[in-house]
């Protein structure tokens, strides 16, 4: 299985020399190394990244909600799994990484650190925390859509697996998933409107992924709810403005993430008609320019390096649209190409100079270069 065909050479270069150590982030607790292997592959550097930041307690940005003095507790005690990557929805798709490069490079020489770092995470008590935490009545928006849409995504990544060990953390995780399915499944129906942010609030974004979780796992009330909430919202829409994209803080972009959860929902004949009339700028004749990619002037800046993110997420987006086309379609070769230019820029900026993107940035690369969220072929 091929995982980074369309990543060109000096993509591929970059991305190994730039991630060459341990983090280089700012402040105090580091998390403790294990020697590791030297990667081979361009997603091995990317579970590097995430082995030196998923049990790294800080700097650490925390999204809390305090009912008394009693609710002042460090970021490890609230959330016993997920307190490592500078947040929680971070340390989430960080574990997701490790997970993902698990299941599609078993051979690889990360496999042992992985498991080991997953199975210090992936404990019993450490998941009753983090569902005591989750479940307290005035944390009902914690982390929504975003953060939890991740964590469905781990479940889902999880689900696939027949390795025994990922199956008992399968088991592990589903008290936290159950109780996620529950309150979020209340929640979608009272959303009268879409968030159609280039951020964590995006609804494209993750009922994308929350569709695909739920397909995984075979929870067909979810599934529907998916359906026909985000038919509501979207299928009717026309004419996206792409051309007032990127904002200057986005790491998704709201009309291909929209176009991307689309594709999983409609038949190819009905996609295919709606894209027309939703980006009629897609050119026939095979360019790639007619999209540029994002433009990060200093990466050190946690909000402008977001840039980068939407670089590596329009290109999974343009990938998943093309897939969803027919095979004749004349506008799969411009969707390609700027997908290829996109790939190749996002990729090269995945380093550890700085902590302000290399807590997430690999976990974007790897959903990119994997192809998780595109059919298998």
């Known amino acids: 299985?091929?995982?980074?065909?369309?990543?060109?050479?000096?993509?591929?270069?970059?991305?190994?020399?730039?991630?060459?150590?341990?983090?280089?982030?700012?402040?105090?607790?580091?998390?403790?190394?294990?020697?590791?292997?030297?990667?081979?592959?361009?997603?091995?550097?990317?579970?590097?990244?995430?082995?030196?930041?998923?049990?790294?307690?800080?700097?650490?940005?925390?999204s809390h909600v305090m009912t008394s003095d009693d609710d002042i507790a460090t970021p490890r005690e609230m959330t016993p799994v997920f307190y490592g990557c500078f947040d929680w929805h971070s340390a989430v798709h960080g574990h997701w990484l490790l997970t993902r490069i698990l299941r599609t490079q078993p051979d690889s020489e990360f496999a042992a650190p992985i498991r080991e770092a997953l199975a210090q995470s992936f404990t019993a008590e450490n998941m009753a925390g983090e569902l005591e935490y989750y479940s307290h009545p005035d944390r009902g928006g914690f982390e929504r859509p975003y953060g939890?849409?991740?964590?469905?995504?781990?479940?889902?990544?999880?689900?696939?697996?027949?390795?025994?060990?990922?199956t008992e953390w399968r088991e592990t995780l589903r008290p936290l998933e159950d109780a996620i399915v529950e309150r979020f499944s209340a929640w979608l129906p009272n959303l009268a409107y879409p968030v159609r942010l280039g951020t964590h609030n995006q609804s494209a974004f993750a009922l994308g992924l929350m569709l695909d979780y739920a397909r995984t796992v075979g929870n067909t009330e979810l599934e529907t709810l998916i359906v026909e909430k985000s038919t509501d919202f979207f299928g009717e829409d026309r004419n996206c403005?792409?051309?007032?994209?990127?904002?200057?803080?986005?790491?998704?972009?709201?009309?291909?993430?929209?176009?991307?959860?689309m594709r999983r929902i409609m038949p190819r004949g009905q996609f295919a008609a709606w894209l027309g009339s939703f980006l009629p700028e897609i050119p026939l004749d095979g360019a790639g320019d007619w999209l540029e990619p994002g433009v990060v002037l200093d990466a050190s800046d946690g909000k402008l390096v977001h840039l980068d993110g939407v670089n590596l997420s329009r290109a999974w987006a343009l990938e998943g649209i093309a897939s969803a086309l027919s095979e004749d379609d004349p506008r799969i070769a411009a969707l390609q190409a700027a997908a290829d230019i996109h790939k190749e820029v996002g990729i090269a900026s995945v380093s550890d100079e700085h902590y302000s993107g290399s807590h997430w940035l690999a976990s974007f690369a790897t959903y990119l270069t994997t192809r998780r969220g595109i059919a298998a072929e």
Not at 18 to 30: D, F, K, P, Y
Not at 241 to 256: A, H, K, N, Q, W
């Open 1 to 62: 299985m091929t995982f980074y065909k369309a990543v060109s050479a000096l993509a591929l270069s970059a991305a190994l020399a730039a991630c060459n150590g341990s983090s280089s982030g700012t402040g105090q607790g580091e998390a403790t190394m294990v020697e590791l292997p030297e990667p081979q592959t361009v997603e091995e550097r990317f579970a590097t990244l995430a082995l030196e930041c998923v049990h790294r307690p800080y700097p650490n940005k925390i």
């Open 148 to 166: 939890i849409a991740w964590y469905l995504q781990l479940v889902a990544e999880l689900e696939e697996s027949d390795d025994p060990q990922l």
């Open 241 to 261: 403005p792409i051309g007032y994209e990127p904002s200057g803080e986005d790491f998704l972009s709201p009309c291909l993430m929209e176009a991307d959860l």
